[in-house]
């Protein structure tokens, strides 16, 4: 009996945990960084049908039906994890995901997922950029999207938003090259997108193939990018406050050259010229002891003017939440950005002390989206949003540009101020300007302020009554920017010399008091756009096949008073549809009928058809049985024509165009008349300009879709581009409008590989995006050129040009056997020798070649590494560009335009003359060594970068840790362009900046923050 009783306990023992784990009801809360999540599904493991949804505050309760001891959380665009019970209600993180079957894109006028979409579609939920610390949502987007190109030009405070362009650029005109944008379905201009707080953004997609974009029709060639705004869900109230403070500094910090090696780079450059040095031996002695700071300064006018860092500040709060019949979601921000100009503050001054000289931005947000339920079938939604932010400016132009600019100031122009606290000048230039620091502080500020004010109206009926799957739904929307000019303004402050063997001042011109503030105040700009949109949605299924059509009419007008309210129209007609059988054969076509009043009236409207298919092999049962990893492994190919009505100047090439000319006087005494003088001919068959577009993409997913990966090839052919025919002869006396003429071929490829998994409890996420395309013009009717090298036509859009460099010129005997320029500059040795092409003996412009890649990259790159412990996350992303060249002229390198830099010291001179690195110093600006005068590829570098583009540690407070009603906190660091590795060492310029230029934009800016988010 005693050996029986022994079983029973022994049997008891071990199935009791089980049984009490069968009985079991578990609860928790779902969350990801962000907050509570709404609509997780929770499932039992080993019981499929034992499950429940998260409800409004990211809460579940569960009664567990087996012995089981996990739980199986997922959610559409995050990663699915497996938890073990717990008796303490569960608090469970959620990691967002990329690239799952059921990943959800916004494509225009509606959604599709990624087992079913046959375009070439990228997409990202704003979740993933949202802590990026940066003003801009397209600087947060830079090596995240495959098929993105990004260049940032300038650090600018409220002026830092990149220029973006999806697939590259096709069109010889520049402003033809701009994606479409559209918010919330209301088109946006580049300056409008920058301004958008990323807070209020729910997801952003790019659209690149025609199958995609040929629903917008004559404007969809150069691609669309779509961002929807966050939209409320039932439930309680949830407020979300995020509190950010960061510090800013330059990428990179240009190093000058001090008083006394500027002194003997000077002298050496006189030499080299013939001319008496300037500065003696005493001079250059004085220089370099610093013992005589007034009569022989060293003043570093960048690290004087400028700060090593400023601070930025960013606030957001939120409200969403709802019931069955309403739903709403409500944003406010304010985000303010310091320049990095150090405060001048007068203090004799007093009405300076109100006017802030320093470059700064100050912008603030709102946006409430609204959806009521009204009745069984009929939705409604409201959408309001403004932006109101301000750009100021020192009103002493051109700051940064004077710290480059030799012609303006030099390290020994003058001290940084007067013994006495007057203000001194630029004694030995030409201008002799107050010095920077005096013009900072007492000549005003440039103001300028933009409101912009959007909202929309529409309305979905649900028409099942009719049949099932057919919707209708209507749109309105408004949108309306104005903007002015607030200008604080006076002549420049009295200026003396200071004389410190007598301690006398002398005062440079007549003024001797600051005289008073000017307040003027400019209109900018004034406009207003109306979009209309009605459409007919049709989704149904019947069986294993799946059908989908949409028919949109689309009317829009824009009203700038600028240009007179003459109201420019774009309207048409659009239509989609497509099938599908089992998630298994795909087709799509798509059809716009649209056309734009920039064109005459029998030329404005046009066809754009596209067609997409796709199969998924992973879905056939033979496939399904050989390879079980395979979760989605689908082939897709489009083709289509798409069109760009961008025409340039934005002008009506059409008409026949008259400019004021000079006044004449007649008559015997002065009567001046004006004048009109004739223009450009009008040509009435401009027409919009086309693509023809080829994609052939494939998606696959493995391993529970754990590791995906999609990758497209295309070939894009945009021909009819609007040119300027060149082989028309000068003797025709007028100018004449662009002809569709053109052709150039764009192709290339991109695509995107994501890997998730984890080891133990630690997730890890590795996300690899690549781009790369490459343009080539065909034709664009140029004039036959001497000799082939001189053609533009067979090679890229912005192809830059120049003489080829072969080395320097060594001594005399070299110049005599050498081709070289046949001007009035003697070549001297320590000359930049160059090619001579066409073998004449002579360096000309028949010498010009093509040389290195145009200044936008062909390719980019960005590898994203992500690491999660429980609340724990580290997430680093590196971008990367190359294939592209930058040159820099005047003011950024030229000797005697640009303060001298450390590259001058390893000028050509007799003894270093095998390892110059450039050229000869020479006081002459026109020189064969001025890239001005004579670009060559000596000064032109093929730039490869790779940045550490944002860093991000974070860590999401346990509950337990929070006080009073919270359900939600985290704390964080971000950083933004936090290293950069680059290939080139002659410029300094940060790899981003523009090409052929002086190099002296605001430089681009690296930032560290810190932000606590706070749920309720």
């Known amino acids: 009996m ?113 087992i079913t979409n046959t375009g070439a579609v990228s997409s990202i939920q704003a979740a993933k950029v949202r802590d990026v610390p940066t003003s801009s949502v397209q600087n947060a987007l830079a090596g995240k999207l495959p098929g993105f190109f990004t ?15 999806i697939r590259g650029v096709s069109s010889l005109n520049p402003a033809g090259n701009q994606p479409l944008i559209i918010v919330d379905g209301i088109e946006y201009t580049y300056n409008q997108l920058a301004q958008i707080n990323v807070n209020e953004i729910e997801s952003i997609s790019i659209l690149k193939d025609a199958s995609a974009t040929a629903i917008y029709g004559i404007k969809g060639a150069n691609g669309v990018l779509i961002v929807t705004t966050r939209r409320g869900r039932a439930g309680k109230p949830q407020v979300n406050v995020r509190v950010e403070s960061g510090m800013q500094s330059p990428v990179m910090s240009p190093v000058f050259l001090n008083s006394y090696q500027s002194a003997l780079l000077v002298n050496e450059a006189r030499q080299n010229d013939g001319l008496t040095p300037q500065f003696s031996q005493s001079d250059l002695e004085h220089f370099k002891t610093g013992d005589d700071p007034y009569v022989y300064p060293y003043v570093n006018w960048y690290k004087e003017i400028y700060n090593p860092y400023s601070m930025q500040y960013n606030t957001n709060v939120d409200i969403s939440g709802g019931n069955k019949i309403v739903k709403y979601f409500i944003s406010g921000g304010a985000f303010r950005q310091n320049g990095n ?58 700051i940064v540009s004077e710290i480059y600019d030799w012609s303006q100031i030099h390290p020994f122009s003058a001290a940084f101020i007067n013994p006495n606290g007057s203000y001194t000048y630029a004694t030995d230039t030409k201008s002799q300007l107050p010095t920077i620091n005096a013009r900072l502080a007492t000549e005003g500020y440039s103001l300028d302020r933009e409101d912009d004010m959007n909202m929309l109206l529409g309305g979905t009926e649900n028409l099942e009554d009719i049949t099932k799957g057919l919707s209708f739904t209507g749109r309105i929307a408004y949108a309306s920017v104005q903007s002015n000019t607030r200008e604080l303004s006076r002549d420049a402050p009295p200026t003396y010399l200071y004389d410190p063997v007598t301690e006398s001042y002398t005062l440079h011109g007549t003024a001797y008091v600051l005289g008073n503030y000017t307040l003027r105040a400019y209109q900018g700009l004034y406009n207003n756009r109306l979009n209309i949109q009605a459409y007919f949605n049709y989704d149904r299924s019947f069986g294993d096949h799946h059908i989908t059509s949409l028919l949109l009419y689309n009317k829009e007008s824009y009203y700038d008073k600028n240009a007179g309210w003459i109201p420019q129209n774009f309207k048409g007609f659009s239509f989609k549809g497509g099938y599908d059988y089992k998630d ?79 006044a004449y006087s007649f008559g015997e005494t002065d009567n001046g008349q004006a004048t009109i003088t004739e223009g450009a001919l009008g040509n009435p068959n401009v027409t919009w300009e086309k693509q023809k577009e080829i994609d052939i993409g494939m998606d696959m997913n493995f391993f529970n879709s754990n ?8 070939n894009n052919l945009r021909y009819d581009q609007l040119t300027t025919p060149q082989n028309i002869p000068l003797m025709l006396g007028v100018g004449v409008s662009p002809e569709n003429i053109a052709r150039v071929r764009n192709k290339g490829f991109d695509g995107q590989i994501t890997y998730n998994n984890n080891i133990g409890k630690v997730d890890y996420n590795i996300t690899g995006v690549f781009s790369y395309a490459k343009n080539k013009i065909l034709y664009m009717d140029e004039a036959a050129p001497a000799y082939p090298w001189l053609a533009q036509t067979g090679h890229s859009i912005g192809q830059p040009f120049g003489y080829t460099f072969i080395g320097f010129y060594q001594n ?30 002579v360096i000309d412009q028949y010498d010009e070649g093509p040389m290195g890649r ?56 007799p003894e270093n003359s095998k390892n110059a690195e450039f050229p000869r110093l020479t006081t002459n600006p026109t020189t064969v060594n001025s890239p001005s005068a004579y670009m060559s590829d000596f000064w032109l570098i093929n730039v490869v970068y790779v940045r550490l583009k944002t860093l991000e540690i974070g860590y999401q407070l346990p509950d337990k840790w929070l006080p009073f009603k919270i359900n939600n906190a985290r704390i964080y ?44």
Request: proline share 4%; charged share 15%; aromatic share 12%.
């Open 707 to 714: 590791f995906s990966m999609t990758i497209d090839y295309f």
């Open 973 to 1016: 660091m971000s950083s933004y362009n936090l290293l950069t590795w680059k290939n080139y060492s002659l410029y300094q310029q940060d790899p981003e900046v523009a090409s052929n230029t002086a190099g002296d934009a605001y430089l681009n800016q690296r930032v560290v923050n810190f932000g606590l988010q706070v749920g309720l």
């Open 854 to 909: 145009p200044n936008l990259p062909n390719s980019t790159a960005g590898l994203t590494l992500g690491i999660n412990y429980k609340g724990l996350s580290v997430s680093l992303l590196f971008q990367g560009a190359w294939g592209y060249s930058l040159s820099v002229v005047g003011t950024g390198i030229e000797p005697f335009q640009s303060q001298f830099q450390p590259i001058d010291e390893l000028a050509w001179t």
């Open 584 to 662: 298994k054969y795909l087709f799509n076509f798509v059809a716009s009928y649209n056309g734009s009043d920039r064109f005459q009236a029998n030329k404005r409207y046009g066809f754009f058809p596209a067609v997409s298919v796709g199969y998924n092999i992973a879905n056939e049962p033979f496939f399904k049985n050989a390879i079980q990893f395979a979760d989605l492994l689908k082939i897709r190919a489009s083709y289509g024509i798409v069109g760009s009505d961008v025409t340039p100047g934005n002008r009506y090439l059409y008409t026949q165009t008259y400019n004021q000319g000079p």
């Open 2 to 114: 005693k050996k029986y009783l022994f079983y029973i306990l022994l049997f008891a023992v071990a199935v009791s945990p089980r049984l009490l784990m069968a009985q079991m009801v578990v609860s928790g809360v779902v969350k990801d960084k962000n907050g509570p999540l709404t609509g997780a599904t929770v499932v039992e493991k080993g019981a499929t049908n034992n499950g429940t949804i998260t409800g409004s505050n990211g809460e579940f309760s569960l009664h567990l039906k087996k012995a089981s001891d996990s739980l199986i959380i997922s959610m559409i665009g995050y990663i699915s994890q497996i938890v073990k019970v717990s008796g303490k209600k569960m608090e469970i993180i959620m990691h967002s995901s990329s690239q799952g079957l059921n990943e959800v894109m916004v494509v225009g006028y509606g959604t599709v997922t990624r």
């Open 341 to 398: 100009v150090r405060n001048f503050e007068d203090k004799y001054d007093a009405g300076n002390r109100v006017v802030n000289s320093n470059y700064y931005y100050r912008r603030y947000d709102f946006r409430s989206n609204l959806d009521v339920q009204t009745s069984k079938n009929l939705s409604l939604r409201l959408d309001l949003t403004g932006r109101f932010y301000q750009i100021n400016t020192p009103h002493a132009q051109n």
């Open 151 to 165: 260049q940032q030009r300038s650090g600018q405070p409220g002026q830092d938003a990149s220029d973006f362009f």
């Open 812 to 841: 005399q005997e070299d110049i005599n056997k050498s081709a070289k320029p046949n001007t009035g500059n003697t070549i001297v040795p320590g000359d930049l020798k160059y090619k001579d092409l066409n073998g004449d003996g």
